[in-house]
């Protein structure tokens, strides 16, 4: 045998042998009860989706009653505060893959922290909602015309699954400031068939 010979047959081999090892992994898989069934679709079956929302805590001059999202009375500034969007529902049918989040927060510059993030599998019944956290990274203080804010951003990589009939809704902390915050997010994804039970 020559020596390309010999090279070309040394990968035929370990081509094979990697082909049995992803068999025997999807094997495993498949026969996971616990894990969401899938159909193993191409590109075109991917229906592309994309979510935006904004959670905003309105400052002291901004409330126009004497109350604060979540009944916090107003001589009450400076507790920390939670907030939730809406619920994001995924068809019967299809599972949602979210793939990217991208996410901007603009809050008090001193010393207040946000932390943000994604809940979801409201709809599981007998399970708590997961909550994934999207980090936050402080990009510096900016002087705006109605105040100095601390701006924060994340792009964030991600694969989660959300069954058909199950929801998501995205989450914000604030630390707590008698200023105004707010944080805004994007996040893209697809749709794909739900293998039937």
Known sequence: MTRTS??????VSAMAAAIGSAELGAQAIKEN????????????????????TKLHFPGAKDVPKDEYPGDIPKEEFGRAVYLESEDF???EGSILVLEYANAVACYGPDGEKM??????????????PASLKIVLTEQGVFVEPDGAY?????SQPMKIYVR????????????GAPTDAEAEFWLTGYLMPMRPR
């Open 89 to 91: 529902f995924v068809p």
């Open 33 to 52: 009860k616990a894990a969401t069934p899938v159909f193993d679709v191409n590109e075109a079956a991917k229906k592309p989706v994309a979510y935006w």
């Open 164 to 175: 058909g009939g199950d929801s998501f809704r995205l989450t914000a902390w604030r630390s």
């Open 6 to 11: 010999i090279a070309i047959a040394a990968f």
């Open 115 to 128: 932390s943000i993030g994604i809940k979801t599998n409201y709809n599981s019944p007998g399970s708590a």
């Open 150 to 154: 601390m701006h924060a951003g994340s």
